[in-house]
């Protein structure tokens, strides 16, 4: 749940830190305290837009922290795992930076985050709705995945089915056409293979060859000093007074007294071994030296060579070796496009068979998915009713936009709704106001409470429209929700907040000659004074206060009910 929420600079807002508990959580004030400011600094550090506008006057930059308790929320660990961001298993720190140049600083447990990945994360988290903020139901994207979360036990591995199902026909789909869509696009990717192979093929390459090369251009370039080189070390072995005779002459002298004692005869010995490796050393030299054939020519040829390497090096590879290898895998890849006729037979037989059975896997799933929809709209219907909307009709339809295979099934679905008695069913976005779209979410969270996983809902305002007695089942309703989900709430009804465990009002007032906005939470003999006041009696009458601590009695009386 969302344990903290610190606010700093944003609007009216210098410096809030608020501590938040669990169960339903109620934020009530004057029009203009600064209600919805709080909303808008929760919606920024989950990763909504932020707008230079928020940041108040006179400021440079605004900054909202949101602490988040995650001890039972594994797939949160799994994401900052994945995104490699330590956390120790039991909070998570979001802080947001906005600055005036329009630059957003986003970090998560202190680490740098794009706003993408905090909105995947914080998706997780918390539901924001009010009377503009319901993208989610109004987008029939979403409708889907409210009836797969209600039908969960029964729907869940069905789509399991169908996902390995669809899995394995990718993958034999894949290898026919080796990961393209079309036959035409397969033809052009077997001629893009010829080429390359051919261009490959047709160069001959060796792995060692590049390094040879090299080596043979080196020796070239330097011919001269090469040729000198060899010439005077050729003259100072084999020359007349060259190394190899001197120490010819040397081991002869030694030879003629080597018999009068060991030592004489050991350095004959070495003379000699020297001898005949420095007269081989001196032969090599010699044929180095006749070796030695500087053609020109033989240059131009090496770099172009060279340069050949080097093309296809830039297309294919680094290195000849990743050239060569790039050269067997299109090889590979050739071959499984080309294959013989009875593999694509094969193939082609058993993706038929996947299709068939994917289609009947699909239709389990629909029929489970249609029978749980049922089930999930009657039940709304039946809160809808109860919250105000007495003629209300709620209905799933099921459409199939194509009949290609889908990982998730093949099933499009929209929430129609007919708010008003003789009007036909219509999509949300079509009939549904504010009010109601608040009602119908708070209706269908009501349903699904046990399903849905998001921990944090709020609600901005859902009062819209409503009073008396669907204004007492509204609040009802939200405290319902909040035994297993956190529940903030901000309202102008005192039979909403009557039901709250944990009220705050939110007020402003002139400091320093500015409006600042702040927030107080009230203790239980402070509420009924402020609830007296959103009735209208400004003076807090004993006869209003009296009233309104009747009010919060009877909500109690009614949660145990």
Excluded: W
């Excluded at 503009?132 to 729907?155: C, F, T």
């Excluded at 869940?156 to 036959?183: C, H, M, W």
């Excluded at 020519?297 to 070796?321: F, P, Q, W």
């Excluded at 009062?463 to 089942?473: E, F, L, Q, V, Y």
Aim: proline share 2%.
């Amino acid at each position: 749940m969302l344990e903290r929420l610190m606010i700093e600079n944003v609007a009216l807002i210098e410096k809030l830190d608020l501590e938040l508990g669990p169960g339903f959580t109620v934020l009530t004030g004057e029009t203009g305290a600064g209600k919805s400011i709080i909303i808008d600094g929760i919606d920024l550090a989950l990763g909504g837009r932020g707008s230079r506008e928020l940041i108040s006057y006179g400021s440079s930059k605004c900054r909202v922290e949101a602490v988040f308790g995650i001890a039972d929320k594994p797939e949160i660990k799994a994401k900052l795992e994945e995104l490699n961001i330590e956390n120790d298993g039991n909070e998570l720190f979001i802080t947001r930076e906005l600055n005036l140049n329009g630059k957003s600083l986003c970090r998560v447990n202190g680490v740098m985050l794009p706003l993408a990945s905090l909105k995947q994360m914080t998706d997780l988290l918390v539901d924001v709705h009010g009377q503009h903020e319901h993208q989610s139901l109004l987008d029939d994207r979403n409708h889907l995945s409210v009836i797969d979360a209600y039908g969960a036990a029964r729907i869940t591995p069905k789509k399991a089915n169908v996902s390995d199902i669809f899995q394995k026909y990718s993958r034999v789909q894949a290898r026919l056409n080796s990961g393209f869509l079309s036959e035409a696009e397969r033809e052009r990717r077997i001629d893009i293979l010829n080429y390359q192979i051919n261009e490959i093929e047709s160069a001959k390459l060796a792995p060692d060859e590049e390094q040879r090369i090299k080596e043979e251009l080196d020796i070239l370039t330097n011919a001269e000093k090469i040729s000198g080189s060899l010439g005077s070390a050729a003259d100072s072995l084999s020359g007349e007074a060259g190394a190899v005779s001197m120490l010819k002459a040397a081991a002869d002298a030694f030879a003629g007294i080597s018999g009068f004692s060991r030592e004489y005869a050991d350095i004959h010995s070495r003379l000699s071994d020297l001898y005949y490796e420095l007269e081989d050393a001196a032969y090599s030299v010699r044929d180095m030296r006749l070796d030695a054939d500087f053609d020109p020519n033989r240059i131009d040829a090496l770099e172009t060579r060279l340069d050949a390497i080097d093309s296809l090096k830039h297309k294919y590879g680094r290195t000849v070796s990743e050239v060569l290898e790039f050269a067997a895998n299109a090889k590979r890849e050739l071959n499984e496009l080309t294959g013989d006729a009875a593999l694509r037979e094969k193939l082609e037989a058993e993706k038929g068979r996947l299709l068939m059975e994917y289609s009947k896997a699909a239709d389990e799933l629909t029929k489970a998915r249609k029978a749980e929809a049922e089930k999930l709209c009657s039940l709304a219907q039946e809160q809808l009713r109860a919250l105000g909307i007495k003629k209300a009709r709620l209905e799933a339809e099921f459409s199939r936009p194509d009949d290609l295979p889908h990982e998730d099934g093949s099933d499009s679905v929209s929430l129609l709704l007919s708010a008003n008695e003789g009007e036909p069913l219509k999509p949300l976005s079509k009939v549904a106001s504010g009010g109601e779209l608040s009602r119908i979410m708070l209706a269908l969270k009501t349903v699904i409470t046990d399903a849905d996983g998001i921990p944090t809902l709020i609600f901005d305002e859902v009062d819209t429209g409503i009073s008396g007695a669907t204004a007492n089942t509204v609040g009802l309703r939200m405290k319902h929700i909040a035994g297993s989900h956190q529940v903030l709430c901000v309202t102008h009804l005192p039979q909403i907040a009557a039901f709250a465990d944990s009220h705050y009002v939110v007020s402003k007032s002139e400091r320093g000659g500015k409006t600042v906005t702040s927030v107080k939470k009230l203790g239980d003999d402070e509420r009924p004074k402020e609830l007296a006041r959103i009735m209208g009696d400004e003076s807090s009458s004993s006869a209003a206060v009296s009233h309104a601590a009747e009010l919060i009695k009877k909500a109690r009386e009614a949660e145990l009910r």
